[in-house]
């Protein structure tokens, strides 16, 4: 079955750096598109950053642009989301999702979700 596990989160301090990775088994790695989510309690689950099955193209939300970024590494089969100069309001849980042949803003759109992993930035 096709899992997708979240590693990487932690506690750090508004202007610090996390890697976030997402390990990925049971499907064609290199053929999916690949996003990362938040949800912030009392939230919706929102888009955060999302990768082509080529890894040629990504696309970010606004709030994140200039600080976070996207990779991937098919061999690995894993994802990851580089994340600077966080801030408080990056605290949330985050999701890694996969689609088959696709990627997207629209969680909608994606077939297959890891738990997650919480961040909580402190001021």
């Known amino acids: 079955q096709v899992q997708l596990v979240e590693s990487g989160g932690g506690l750090v301090q508004t202007g610090d750096s996390l890697r976030l990775s997402c390990a990925a088994s049971?499907?064609?790695?290199?053929?999916?598109?690949l996003g990362w989510f938040r949800q912030a309690p009392g939230k919706e689950r929102e888009f955060v950053a999302a990768?082509?099955?080529?890894?040629?193209?990504?696309h970010y939300t606004d709030s994140v642009k200039g600080r976070f970024t996207i990779s991937r590494d098919n061999g690995k089969n894993t994802v990851y989301l580089q994340m600077n100069t966080l801030r408080p309001e990056d605290t949330a849980v985050y999701y890694c999702?996969?689609?088959?042949?696709?990627?997207?803003?629209?969680?909608?759109?994606?077939?297959?979700w890891g738990r997650g992993t919480q961040v909580t930035v402190s001021s």
């Open positions: 999702a996969a689609a088959y042949s696709y990627y997207s803003r629209d969680r909608n759109d994606y077939t297959y």
């Open positions: 049971g499907l064609t790695f290199s053929r999916f598109g």
């Open positions: 990768i082509s099955a080529s890894g040629l193209t990504t």
